[in-house]
């Protein structure tokens, strides 16, 4: 019967913190390090062990997560003098959950790989409000058959974990495509409640109903179903689907364009959305149509 796995964490802030606390379940155990006695102590207290150094710690775990500030942080905590590679044994995995440029990912997992360490890049996505409640939603980049070994231990802490793809760097590549969606929607949400300040309507009460009807229809995340951005076959079953989308979108676009220009509200994304909701959706205008 093998030995069951240990765990280890190095940051405990506002999302380490809770993930930490959450693995602190684990039936292997989980040693946990950090610069902040506070942050320590309150993950001893769910049952973790602390370590004295990253090298203390990666010596007798087998699975590390890591969630610092940055690039430069992560490079510390794998590389730097007494880091997690000083002592890590072959076949150790260590998971990147901070938010990093791609490159820097891949570069620290060659140097893991040449001491037969395996770096998985496994950016999250839900917040401190996730961490807290443990339905955070984590990206993994790598090979599958790490990832694999993650599902079980990351159940405590994440209610979703997705193979973004087998190479390292493919986790990071779909956390930031989500986080363009993210602030690209918190940038339009500006723009609409100028929209509705203008028009004398309570901007809370907006909110209110985003939310509600977002939690019904699912938002933005509800049409990306495709398999790819290419333009839609006229027989293709999301082809009606979609010209629905549109026709729904071009109309309600231009009647807020029309009470923008009625109340003298800039609506730069709202433009914007006009023109590229028929090409991105990939049901354009034939020749001839207009939006």
């Given at each position: 019967m ?20 959450s ?18 102590g309150?993950?001893?207290d ?20 890591i ?7 992560v490079?510390?905590?794998v590389?730097g003098?007494?880091?997690l590679?000083s002592t890590a ?9 901070s ?17 037969d360490?395996v770096?998985?890049?496994?950016p999250i996505s ?9 339905r ?10 790490a990832?694999?070994k ?23 590549k779909?956390k930031?495509?989500?986080n363009l969606l ?23 009460k ?8 977002d ?12 398999e790819?951005?290419?333009t ?13 989308v ?24 709202g433009?914007?959305?006009?023109r ?7 049901v ?7 939006a």
């Amino acid at each position: 019967m093998s030995a069951p796995i240990r765990l280890g964490y190095v940051g405990l802030g506002n999302i380490g913190g809770p993930m930490a606390g959450s693995l602190a379940a684990w039936p292997g155990g989980l040693t946990v390090f950090d610069l902040s006695d506070e942050a320590i102590g309150k993950v001893v207290d769910k049952g973790a062990k602390a370590a004295g150094s990253l090298a203390e710690l990666a010596a007798g775990t087998d699975i590390v997560g890591i969630c610092v500030l940055n690039d430069e942080q992560v490079r510390s905590v794998v590389t730097g003098p007494d880091g997690l590679l000083s002592t890590a044994r072959p076949g150790t995995i260590i998971t990147v959950h901070s938010t990093i440029g791609p490159d820097t990912a891949v570069d620290l997992a060659e140097q893991c790989a040449a001491r037969d360490v395996v770096l998985l890049d496994a950016p999250i996505s839900g917040g401190a409000m996730g961490a807290a409640s443990g339905r955070l939603a984590i990206m993994v980049g790598g090979p599958r058959d790490a990832y694999e070994k993650l599902k079980e231990p990351f159940r405590l802490t994440a209610d979703l974990l997705v193979h973004a793809g087998p190479e390292v760097g493919a986790g990071t590549k779909m956390k930031l495509a989500r986080n363009l969606l993210h602030f690209i929607s918190f940038t339009a949400t500006t723009e609409a409640a100028r929209l509705a300040e203008a028009a004398g309507l309570d901007i809370t009460k907006l909110g209110k109903v985003v939310r509600h009807t977002d939690a019904v229809t699912g938002g933005a995340g509800a049409i990306m179903l495709r398999e790819t951005t290419a333009t839609l076959d006229t027989d293709d079953p999301w082809y009606g689907i979609f010209t629905g989308v549109r026709t729904l979108g071009e109309k309600d676009l231009s009647l807020a364009l029309a009470l923008g220009d009625e109340l003298g509200v800039d609506l730069p994304l709202g433009q914007i959305a006009l023109r590229e909701l028929a090409p991105g959706l990939g049901v354009p205008h034939l020749e001839g149509e207009t939006a």
